[in-house]
């Protein structure tokens, strides 16, 4: 939105107390429509070979999304192979965007929050993108392959288009484009074991740093090998080139050597990465939420932080340095803020098909939404990421933390309710449960 004199101000969330697309119509029991407008990947059908039931889709790509059925444990046997083993995820939905060209660098900065130019080659980071009123479009993994090269791993959004809008002038002299490359995760505490097996002596996997990327070959194919996942827990991810030709060889090779560490084919976690506090874009924020609002301020590049000084302009930064100056001003540029919640009711054992309304405890009227809702099996209780009213909470770096100890009520679905439609939740810290990756917030002084 702009102001009378034109100016582009923050996101304005004054009258959303909850998602625009809030329905609370239950479970959609249809069947997805298999065809062509909708990608499969190359490890679409190992995926179905591997018993996958059920699927979803993710930047236009059928993600399988569940291989244990309900009536063999669903969801939380996949949890229990992650914690105990090591599993196998096809994430070839994580879109690969190549920026290439000697203003690479110069263009990925002035998209990303963060400062690109701290970036080195054969490193990666988590990046944030947002729009010019402060707005998160993307948080993918971002690969710098080399000083000219750099791979955007996209979560769900189609960030690929908007990239070549934004250059749709050639104002910088480098080339944007989907490549064939797709990637797996090798998540768990027998992940490194089974990553030994797979590379051998071509990459020390004892010592790969997190966020490290090397080269390396699987069933003797090009990969690009990073120390990264969606977990919280140990992790790698194996980014195959010319996937399209040699899916199978890789994956059956993961298989085969993965039968000594008890592997199993399995969904994400959405289970193991709520308690790690990790962020699911479209879940947990959208463009609709600024960085500072769900927990990702840590990512914002401002005037007066030393080393930030050097990055140059990026879109959204004017806003978002606004919001950060109001926030240290004690006044209050957004709504609503994400916050970590516990919660009684029957155990949330899958995927919650609404967003789930936030009570206000006395008046009992809305004020907020949960996003991401999952038991706890060490806590024993329900667990969640959700929105709720911004009272000026605030860390010492001035960063949004969340009321701790504040109560609301949830408004729960038929199958979740015990003996009431509400349970009574607390505000508690994010992560629920500390990541063994440091995927969620870094140090600022270790950013790039």
Request: net charge negative.
């Amino acid at each position: 939105m702009t102001n009378k004199n034109n100016h582009i101000t923050s996101v304005d969330q004054s009258d959303r107390k909850v998602p625009y697309n809030l329905r609370q119509s239950g479970d959609t029991p249809v069947q997805m429509l298999i065809w062509n407008k909708v990608r499969k990947s190359p490890f679409w059908h190992k995926s179905i070979n591997h018993g996958a039931w059920r699927a979803t889709v993710y930047n236009r790509v059928f993600h399988p999304f569940g291989y244990s059925k309900p009536e063999d444990g669903g969801p939380m046997v996949e949890y229990e192979a992650l914690m105990n083993d090591v599993t196998l995820w096809n994430v070839a939905v994580e879109r690969q965007i190549r920026v290439k060209g000697p203003d690479a660098e110069k263009f990925v900065d002035y998209v990303i929050t963060r400062d690109a130019t701290k970036i080195s080659p054969m490193r990666a980071r988590y990046v944030i993108l947002c729009n010019q009123y402060g707005g998160v479009l993307n948080d993918p993994i971002l690969l710098r392959i080399s000083e000219d090269e750099f791979w955007f791993s996209l979560s769900d959004s189609d960030i690929g288009i908007y990239l070549q809008g934004i250059n749709h002038d050639n104002k910088f002299d480098v080339e944007i484009k989907e490549i064939d490359v797709c990637p797996l995760q090798v998540q768990g505490p027998r992940s490194k074991n089974l990553m030994h097996d797979l590379v051998g002596s071509q990459i020390d996997v004892s010592n790969m740093p997190f966020y490290g990327l090397a080269k390396a070959k699987v069933a003797g194919r090009d990969c690009i090998i990073s120390q990264t996942g969606f977990s919280g827990e140990e992790g790698y991810e194996i980014y195959l080139l010319n996937s399209t030709l040699y899916a199978d060889e890789v994956w059956d090779e993961i298989v085969s050597k993965g039968k000594n560490h008890n592997l199993m084919v399995t969904a994400p976690s959405h289970c193991r990465r709520i308690q790690a506090g990790i962020l699911s874009w479209g879940q947990d924020m959208d463009n609709e939420h600024n960085p500072f609002q769900c927990n990702l301020g840590y990512q914002v590049s401002l005037s007066g932080k030393g080393e930030w000084d050097k990055k140059g302009d990026y879109i959204g930064r004017k806003v978002l340095e606004e919001m950060k100056s109001d926030l240290k001003d004690g006044k209050k540029p957004f709504k609503l803020q994400l916050v970590g919640l516990e919660f009684s009711g029957k155990p949330v054992l899958d995927f919650a098909t609404d967003f789930w309304p936030i009570l206000n405890i006395e008046s009992q009227e809305p004020v907020g939404f949960v996003t991401s809702p999952w038991y706890h099996p060490d806590k024993k209780t329900n667990i969640a990421m959700g929105y709720v009213p911004y009272e000026g909470d605030l860390s010492k770096n001035n960063f949004p933390i969340g009321k701790l100890g504040k109560k609301y009520l949830i408004e729960l679905p038929e199958k979740y309710q015990s003996s009431s439609t509400t349970e009574e939740a607390i505000v508690v810290p994010i992560p629920f449960t500390k990541s063994k990756n440091p995927n969620t917030r870094e140090v600022i002084d270790n950013i790039g």
